[in-house]
């Protein structure tokens, strides 16, 4: 019989959460499903720390441990699992496991028996390592696989998967379909957090829908549909699907121009690559497998001597100073922009080639401000970033790159732990990109809905393009397909 892992009655915790009622038990993978941001931190951190709240109760193991009168602030039994590891990489997995944890008390490490537990738990799971083997050198699912083990090691009450198919690659994702019924089995808890119904679909037996800060609707298993999910999504279908949209993606493979051009190219994980992205263009990238996406960002940024083949934009080699390339990499409103400076001077920064004396006549720039107040508000005129909400730096960012207008731009996983609200913004801009006639390459481990801004699918599986999918084949893929783009209504 199922045991009560955690109950959260009527928690409030202005302006954050609102009325929040949850439900966990043994032995169960529970979906949340965020169509926006808004509450999902605080959820998580009620969960893993009775900080105060303002209205509510929270049962951990049917036992009372945080309500409106009184917070304790001490940690419950959580394990949080998201992009950033737990591990520490500079050490073993087995030391990892066993010595960093709380309640070890040992003086001397005896290293032959630690390596030996770890053996035994790892082996069920189809894992193995060296004796000493540094966490560092494992990849993104045996370190996911790790924290799952000393989760269990540490007999968490609950552990929280948050946006794991940004790191995980779809091959990976298959693989954890089999891994997650065996902690279950153990009696674990697991909570998936994730932005897109699909995802959570295939691993969870109920999910909780999310949106501004309120829990909108829990699914059962019956529920758990398309059809179900569009009527709490109605805004972005009817966005998606528009007849004017959807005409803009029509590709005729035989009139493109290529202007992107890999030609058996032979670096790092990247085997005898060849792929091209035409004028106008967007190409997304599939890496099953997670390997080639990093090393064709690299040689992006970098002008770095391959093996063997070419890479070549516009006939030439891509170079980091050439601004008709434009790259987006993850997290770009951390890499990109430049907290200190005025929001406009950040949107305008790489504009210069294309306005003359920018920076010479601040009466330009403020002409600037003033046509872009429609879209940003009395945010473009203020003097920083260092106030601004995350999905106004993503405006910015995006902005940007249509002042610098480019030919070509390379995005990394542009729909990573972004809400719904997120998404149909940046779909916008892709679709800009599209009216404009700049090709993109977009570089993704998971799908979610970049068919949805896509002229062409390439699979990458070794290290080369496998597939090829025209638009109107997107909905042959079996993979996590993300939102398939409807054909254009008349």
Excluded at 11 to 40: Q, W
Excluded at 181 to 194: I, N
Excluded at 307 to 317: A, F, I, K, N, V
Excluded at 407 to 419: E, T, W
Aim: hydrophobic content about 40%.
């Amino acid at each position: 019989m199922k045991s009560e892992v955690f109950r959260l009655e009527q928690v409030s915790l202005p302006p954050y959460l609102f009325d929040i009622n949850l439900h966990l038990t043994t032995n169960e993978i529970v979906g949340l499903i965020g169509l926006n941001a808004l509450g999902i931190d605080q959820l998580l951190c009620i969960l893993d720390q009775n900080v105060p709240i303002h209205y509510g109760h929270v049962y951990c193991k049917e036992q009372l441990v945080n309500d409106y009168l009184s917070s304790s602030k001490k940690r419950n039994r959580v394990v949080v699992i998201e992009r950033e590891s737990n591990l520490i990489d500079s050490m073993s997995v087995e030391e990892n496991l066993f010595v960093l944890r709380k309640g070890c008390k040992k003086h001397l490490v005896n290293h032959k028996l630690l390596s030996s537990q770890m053996h035994l738990l790892l082996e069920p799971l189809d894992l193995h390592f060296k004796e000493g083997s540094l966490v560092g050198s494992l990849s993104a699912y045996e370190k996911l696989v790790v924290q799952f083990v000393k989760a269990s090691i540490c007999k968490a009450n609950l552990v929280v998967l948050k946006d794991i198919s940004n790191f995980v690659s779809e091959q990976d994702l298959n693989r954890l379909e089999k891994v997650l019924p065996y902690f279950k089995e153990k009696g674990m808890t697991f909570l998936y957090v994730c932005n897109h119904h699909q995802e959570a679909f295939r691993f969870c037996s109920r999910c909780y829908l999310m949106q501004e800060g309120r829990i909108i609707k829990h699914l059962f298993p019956h529920q758990m549909t398309d059809e179900i999910i569009s009527q709490y999504s109605n805004v972005f279908e009817e966005r998606m699907e528009s007849k004017q949209r959807q005409k803009q993606y029509k590709l005729e493979l035989n009139s493109r121009k290529p202007l992107l051009q890999c030609t058996d190219l032979t670096y790092n994980n990247c085997h005898h690559l060849s792929f091209d992205v035409g004028v106008g263009e967007t190409v997304v990238m599939l890496d099953s497998e997670n390997l080639s996406n990093n090393d064709i960002f690299t040689l992006f940024k970098e002008h770095t001597a391959v093996e063997q083949g070419s890479l070549l934009l516009d006939g030439l080699p891509p170079t980091c100073d050439n601004r008709k390339l434009a790259l987006i990499g993850p997290k770009p409103y951390a890499t990109l922009l430049f907290p200190q400076l005025p929001v406009i001077d950040n949107i305008i920064f790489a504009s210069d080639q294309k306005i003359k004396h920018l920076w010479l006549y601040p009466k330009r720039r403020r002409s600037i401000a003033k046509e872009l107040e429609k879209e940003f508000g009395q945010s473009i005129y203020k003097s920083s970033l260092y106030d601004l909400d995350r999905e106004t730096l993503f405006k910015i960012v995006y902005h940007k790159i249509l002042m610098q207008r480019p030919q070509f731009v390379c995005v990394v996983q542009p729909f990573a732990s972004v809400d719904m609200y997120q998404r149909i913004q940046l779909i916008s801009y892709f679709d800009a990109f599209k009216k404009r006639g700049i090709s993109v390459l977009i570089l993704a481990v998971s799908l979610s809905d970049t068919l949805q801004v896509a002229d062409r699918l390439l699979i990458v599986t070794g290290g080369k393009v496998e597939r090829m999918l025209l638009r109107s084949e997107f909905a042959q893929f079996g993979g996590i397909a993300g939102s398939v783009p409807p054909q254009p209504k008349e």
